[in-house]
């Protein structure tokens, strides 16, 4: 395997249970064959709400790509842009993703065309059903005209539900070895 090849595992959870959970064990694994990784805790950034301004792909040249806001996401950008594949959890909410995932993704505007040709992943968890969520991941990624590499998905009610699922490790390995080979 490519030892340079970098993943960035993005949580949209607003607490720390079973996304966070999956995404940390992924995150283990990958590293132990060879990825250089980082995870983002979307709960530990302040991050703006899009203001729907588009000075992000409207302003002077010089503007152009970067947002007006003033928060955490110019770093979070930087990450993205620099990552080979990109893995995108969230906890599922009315069968949608949070609204932490949905924000960050609306304030990718700046920079989602430098997100092409990269790959993406996804992971939802959720209480009953994963409804719209993976396939909102999926949309994320043919918009940005990444290859979307497929998904996780796991049903929890509790939030450390997932560390008692027997069947989980073997679907992360699956999950890992499928980013790994791309």
Not at 38 to 59: D, Q, V
Not at 133 to 160: F, H, I, W
Request: with cysteine; proline share 4%; charged share 25%.
């Amino acid at each position: 395997m490519n030892t340079k090849l970098k993943i960035v595992l993005i949580s949209g959870s607003p607490r720390k249970g079973n996304t966070e959970y999956i995404l940390g064990n992924l995150d283990k694994l990958l590293k132990k064959e060879g990825a250089d990784t980082s995870c983002i805790l979307l709960r530990k950034y302040n991050i703006c709400a899009c203001t729907g301004c588009l000075a992000c792909e409207t302003g002077l040249q010089n503007q152009r790509g970067n947002c007006k806001q003033k928060d955490d996401m110019p770093e979070l950008l930087e990450q993205l842009k620099q990552a080979d594949i990109l893995v995108l959890g969230t906890p599922v909410y009315f069968e949608m993703l949070s609204g932490l995932m949905k924000n960050f993704i609306d304030r990718t505007c700046p920079v989602w065309p430098s997100l092409q040709g990269k790959k993406m992943g996804g992971v939802a968890v959720a209480e009953e059903g994963i409804g719209q969520a993976l396939l909102n991941l999926k949309q994320y990624a043919d918009v940005c005209r990444m290859k979307y590499l497929g998904s996780l998905e796991l049903l929890a009610k509790t939030p450390k539900e997932a560390s008692h699922d027997s069947s989980l490790p073997e679907k992360i390995k699956d999950f890992a070895d499928l980013l790994l080979q791309g």
